[in-house]
C-alpha cells in the first residue's frame, strides 16, 4: 500500500509539475482547475511518478487550449506533449504494466491502458498531421485532450489501485527507476507520426 501523503506535498507535487509546462512557455495561462483526488500525488514510487507527468500533461493541454493560432507557442508546447506522452506511455508500459500484465488478477486493467495507448497515438498522430495554425484545429484538439484526460482519469482511480494492491513496496520503487531510465530513453527517440484518421477512432 502506498503511504500517504500530506495535502502541502501533493499541493507542491502539483505546482511542480506544473512548473515543468509552464517552464516552456511563461506567458501562456496554465489553468488546469482542480484535479482528481489521488492519494499517489507526491508518492515517491512508481505511482507518484506517473501522476507527476499527469499534471505536466494537464497543464499542457491547458496552455495549449490557451494560445492563439499564430501563436509559435502552440506548437511548441503540442510537440512537448506529444514527445512527453509518447515516452511516458512506453516507460509505463516498460516499467509497469508489462508486470501487472503477467498477474490473472489484474491482467486486464492493465491490457486497457495499453489500449488507451495506442488510441492516443492515433488521435495525437491525427492532430499532428493538420494544420496547427488553423482555427479549426482545437476541434480536434479537443478530442485528443478529452480521451487523454478520460485516460489519466481512470489510471488515478481505477487501474493505480488495482495494481497496487499486487506489486510490494520494493517493487514499486523499482520501477520508479525503471520508469525513470525507459522514459529519458523513450522520450529522446520519440517521433512526432503525422497521419489523418479517417474515421473516428474508437
Known amino acids: ?6 495535502q502541502a506535498t501533493q499541493a507542491k507535487a502539483k505546482a511542480d509539475a506544473v512548473g515543468q509546462a509552464r517552464a516552456l512557455a511563461p506567458e501562456v495561462p496554465a489553468r488546469i482547475g482542480s484535479t482528481p483526488a489521488t492519494k499517489f500525488r507526491g508518492n515517491p514510487e512508481i505511482f507518484g511518478r506517473l501522476v507527476e507527468d499527469h499534471d505536466k500533461h494537464r497543464a499542457l493541454l491547458a496552455m495549449i487550449e490557451a494560445t492563439a493560432p499564430n501563436d509559435p507557442a502552440r506548437k511548441a508546447l ?3 506533449f ?3 506522452v509518447h515516452g511516458h506511455a512506453a516507460a509505463e508500459e516498460q516499467a509497469l504494466w508489462s508486470t501487472v500484465m503477467r498477474n490473472p488478477e ?3 486493467f492493465a491490457r486497457h ?6 488510441k492516443l497515438d492515433k488521435l495525437m498522430a491525427d492532430a499532428a498531421a493538420r494544420d496547427i495554425t488553423s482555427p479549426g484545429w482545437l476541434t480536434h484538439f479537443a478530442t485528443l485532450k478529452d480521451e487523454y484526460l478520460e485516460h489519466i482519469l481512470e489510471e488515478e482511480t481505477e487501474q493505480f489501485l488495482e495494481a497496487e494492491k499486487v506489486l510490494s513496496e520494493a517493487d514499486q520503487r523499482y520501477m520508479r527507476k525503471v ?7 523513450e522520450k ?3 517521433v512526432i507520426e503525422k497521419k489523418i484518421a479517417l474515421k473516428p477512432v474508437a
Not at 179 to 185: S, V
Open 1 to 6: 500500500m502506498a503511504k500517504s501523503v500530506n
Open 78 to 80: 503540442f510537440e512537448e
Open 188 to 190: 529522446a527517440a520519440a
Open 113 to 118: 491502458a495499453v489500449g488507451d495507448h495506442h
Open 106 to 108: 489484474t491482467t486486464e
Open 179 to 185: 520508469f525513470e531510465r525507459r522514459k529519458k530513453a
Open 82 to 84: 506529444v514527445r512527453d
